[in-house]
């Protein structure tokens, strides 16, 4: 959540682009990646030529935090982009790959040539096989076509998004449950499993493992499902999930494993697992300083020097606008600020007409430790929802929380969340630091569960282990294996 002038409910990601994407799940492709002069030798060595500037390039890279300048998570990419091109159905066909400085987990392409890849994308990855396979998925969208053959469609906003626009009457009161949950444009169900089959064929033709698709796939199931606090069986429910027009992930599992099986065993082609790993080592985790920090269930600014906690069983999301917050009951909340006028009171602002349903009798002036605060409730379209605000200096900060059942909880649930808020102290502000990846070789007597608690700075530190490290239930750790830690 970056720094306010005059902050206003987001709009959900509204680009009108022309892409060829994916939303956390492989894809993009690229060859000359803007992160610095060590990726764009390692293109020129590749004799990969970028394709001509995309006048939405400077649109998305604003939009996903900027670029990332980190040479070794770009030679990490680099080094599955040449092999891809030159195995790929077009190999005429040039290519430029960004990293985006966000750890949203995702990837897509424009059809000019232009693909994007997130940092949070290289951060869930555990072998170059992997991220090749989201390139070799994204460069199949691109020589097929399929952005021509799609017509434009905005993608349908999920739970926050509708039910923050319901109560609010901004006219650009849209956003997305969650970052990982957000993209920017996709294809129909069948184009996907077409660039599915065409993704994994180009990645054997270019010696990695093909199976690495499937992998990467079940890896993004099992991210998913962490963050929205559901296991991983019932993270679907049988019906298509987070990837929407996507087939379901269990779908698709099964058709990349098809695919890779026709190609031959488990076992075939390159991994290159360790110096993928080696690569991402220092790598930025998480939020951009610039943004905040999600430290478990509690978010710091250190510019705007706040703070604020959320309940036990809610997850925080933070993203450029607004941090959300949502449970496994599908209660959600929005933090976010406004510049309010100083001459005006929040009993006022919140009944100015920003607010649909609104509940006049429900509008209180309250206090919240040393700040000026109001409190409101409203339903609308069959949801409920709690309003608090709060001044501080010259912003106006905002608590929307939204349930569609509420209980006694539920309002327990916002006061605990509204009372939280406090200003950071300069001790915990200097003390505020990126969490990073680091990536450490297993030793005799290390267990997966003594690794998990030595992370920093991340809730259910358990189950994120795992998942970064693409580890199921059963999967125990061998020593020498690399695996990768958050710490601060």
């Not at 060829?20 to 690229?30: F, S």
């Not at 991210?223 to 019932?234: E, G, H, T």
């Not at 610039?290 to 705007?304: D, I, N, P, Y």
């Not at 949801?383 to 912003?395: E, M, P």
């Amino acid at each position: 959540m970056r720094r306010p002038a005059a902050w206003r409910l987001a709009p959900a990601f509204a680009l009108a682009l022309m892409l060829a994407g994916c939303n956390a799940v492989v894809g993009t492709t690229d060859s000359m990646i803007d992160t610095g002069p060590a990726v764009a030798t390692a293109n020129a060595a590749a004799g990969i030529n970028p394709p001509a500037q995309d006048p939405e390039h400077s649109r998305i890279v604003a939009t996903y935090g900027g670029l990332y300048d980190d040479p070794n998570a770009a030679r990490a990419v680099a080094r599955a982009v040449g092999r891809l091109v030159a195995a790929s159905d077009d190999p005429s066909q040039s290519y430029r790959i960004t990293i985006l400085n966000s750890p949203v987990v995702n990837a897509f392409a424009l059809p000019s040539g232009n693909l994007y890849v997130t940092r949070g994308l290289l951060a869930l990855a555990n072998d170059t096989s992997e991220v090749a396979a989201v390139v070799a998925h994204e460069m199949a969208h691109v020589t097929a076509r399929h952005a021509v053959a799609r017509a434009r469609r905005q993608e349908a906003a999920q739970v926050v998004n509708r039910v923050v626009s319901n109560v609010s009457q901004e006219s650009d009161a849209r956003l997305a449950l969650t970052a990982t949950q957000m993209s920017l444009a996709r294809f129909s169900q069948v184009q996907e499993l077409e660039a599915d089959s065409v993704g994994v064929r180009t990645l054997a033709r270019a010696g990695f493992d093909p199976f690495a698709a499937s992998r990467f796939l079940s890896s993004m199931a099992r991210y998913a499902a962490f963050r929205s606090l559901r296991p991983a069986a019932n993270s679907s429910n049988g019906k298509p999930d987070f990837l929407s027009s996507h087939p379901s992930t269990p779908e698709r599992i099964a058709f990349a494993v098809r695919a890779a099986r026709e190609i031959g065993a488990p076992g075939i082609g390159e991994q290159e697992r360790d110096a993928f790993l080696q690569g991402l080592d220092g790598m930025v985790y998480g939020d951009d300083p610039s943004e905040g920090f999600v430290r478990g269930r509690a978010f710091l600014h250190k510019a705007l020097g706040i703070q604020f906690g959320v309940p036990n069983g809610f997850a925080l999301e933070n993203t450029s606008k607004a941090v959300l917050a949502t449970n496994a009951a599908g209660t959600a909340l929005r933090f976010d600020g406004v510049a309010v006028p100083v001459t005006t009171t929040l009993t006022d602002y919140i009944q100015s007409g920003w607010i649909n349903g609104l509940q006049a009798d429900s509008v209180q002036a309250t206090r919240i430790g040393d700040y000026d605060a109001a409190t409101a409730t409203a339903v609308a379209d069959g949801w409920t929802f709690r309003i608090g605000v709060v001044r501080k200096d010259r912003t106006t900060y905002r608590f929307i929380l939204a349930a569609q059942d509420p209980t006694v909880l539920t309002d327990q649930v916002f006061r605990e969340t509204m009372e939280s808020f406090r200003e950071l102290s300069p001790t915990e502000s200097a003390r505020l630091r990126p969490l990073r990846i680091r990536v450490h070789k297993v030793r005799s007597g290390d267990t997966i569960e003594r690794l998990a608690e030595s992370m920093q700075g991340v809730d259910r530190k358990l189950e994120l282990f795992r998942v970064l490290n693409g580890l199921d239930g059963a999967d125990t750790i061998e020593a020498g294996r690399m695996v990768k830690l958050v710490v601060d």
